[in-house]
Structure formats: C-alpha cells, structure tokens
T-cell receptor, first 110, second 112 residues
Framework: SQQGEEDPQALSIQEGENATMNCSYKTSINNLQWYRQNSGRGLVHLILIRSNEREKHSGRLRVTLDTSKKSSSLLITASRAADTASYFCATLQGAQKLVFGQGTRLTINP | KAGVTQTPRYLIKTRGQQVTLSCSPISGHRSVSWYQQTPGQGLQFLFEYFSETQRNKGNFPGRFSGRQFSNSRSEMNVSTLELGDSALYLC???????????FGQGTRLTVV
C-alpha cells in the first residue's frame, strides 16, 4: 500500500513558472526523499531531507518538511521543458525500504 | 562510476513460465532493493538485500524471490508467471539509510 498522498496528481504550467508539489505521509520517518521519473524509465534521486531538517535546497529545487503535519513540498523554480516528468516522494521504512506516493505528473509547456 | 545496470531491458514471457532478472549495483553499494511499478498499484517494494542477506520483504507472494551474490549483484526470480505480473521491475542500490537510492533503467516484463 502507498504510504503517502501526493497533490496534485497532475500539474501543467508554462516554461519559466514555478511548480509546487505536495506530499503527505502517515508514519514517523527517518528521512523523506524526492525522485523524478521520465516516462517509463528509472527513477532519479533528487533530494533527501532528514526528519530534523525543515528545508533543503539543491539548484532550482527547494524541499520543505513539516513533521508535525507529516507533509513535505517540492518547489521547482524557473521550470524548463526538461523538467517534464513524474515526481515521487518516498519515505524510508525499515532497512532500505522506500514507500512511494503515487506521484505528480508535471508537464512544462513551451 | 557506472550506474545501476539491469538486464534484460525488455522481456516477453508466457503465463506459467518463470523469469530471472539481473541487477548490478554501483560499485561499493552493498544494499540492493527491488521494486515493481504498475499503473494500478504504483511503485511497490519487493525486497532488499545487504551482504547476501534479505533484510526486508514486501507484501508479494512466494512466487517472487531474490538473492544477492558476494559481489553484490542481485537477481530476482518470478515463477509461474501471471498476467498481472506484467510491470516495470526496478532495481536500486544505496550506500545506506541516509543516502539516496540509485535506480537502474528497469526491466519491462510483459506476460502474455
């Protein structure tokens, strides 16, 4: 079963705009991770935020974590066509067991 | 460093057959995990191996099995294939709990 809910399920924006995706989870976590998947291919690890961190940046990505609300958000600034992909949040449960949300399908329109 | 390599990339099998998928992790990564991805169920954890030992197992029937070799390479096997086993099977390797997982490109299995 899925651990988290992602919102929205699909997002379509214009190139250059910012994209925000949200993730909620159910149990206490050690860390929360975000991954990108281009159509039918493997997942690419984007960023990991530990449970004692509130915000983390990596290039155009900004992730926040609110453990009291059991939620996280991923912000992609100045979007590009190459950012078109599905984005998944995942929480770690037990030894290297990632539990994924159902993902947000992001489309960047030129 | 080479990334995670999965073979084969595509596979078509008939119901009732069995299949073996292979995964070579990134050099130095001792943890290897397997996931099944389908449109209906999304990404689901199958199992994880570390130093040839299965440390964690997902909620899949016993037809799904795996193993890890001393060089950290891993295989998963699905016996008595069913149509519902058609999926993208992803392998990931990792250095540890607070390191991200590196995924291979996956093996797309079609059962007919």
């Amino acid at each position: 079963s899925q651990q988290g809910e992602e919102d929205p399920q699909a997002l379509s924006i214009q190139e250059g705009e910012n994209a925000t995706m949200n993730c909620s989870y159910k149990t206490s976590i050690n860390n929360l991770q975000w991954y990108r998947q281009n159509s039918g291919r493997g997942l690419v690890h984007l960023i990991l935020i530990r449970s004692n961190e509130r915000e983390k940046h990596s290039g155009r990505l900004r992730v926040t974590l609110d453990t009291s609300k059991k939620s996280s958000s991923l912000l992609i600034t100045a979007s590009r066509a190459a950012d078109t992909a599905s984005y998944f949040c995942a929480t770690l449960q037990g030894a290297q067991k990632l539990v994924f949300g159902q993902g947000t399908r992001l489309t960047i329109n030129p | 460093k080479a990334g995670v390599t999965q073979t084969p990339r595509y596979l078509i099998k008939t119901r009732g057959q069995q299949v073996t998928l292979s995964c070579s992790p990134i050099s130095g990564h001792r943890s290897v995990s397997w996931y099944q991805q389908t449109p209906g169920q999304g990404l689901q954890f199958l199992f994880e191996y570390f130093s040839e030992t299965q440390r964690n197992k997902g909620n899949f029937p016993g037809r799904f099995s795996g193993r890890q070799f001393s060089n950290s390479r891993s295989e998963m096997n699905v016996s008595t294939l069913e149509l519902g086993d058609s999926a993208l099977y992803l392998c990931a390797s990792s250095l540890g709990v607070n390191a991200g997982a590196f995924f291979g490109q996956g093996t797309r299995l079609t059962v007919v």
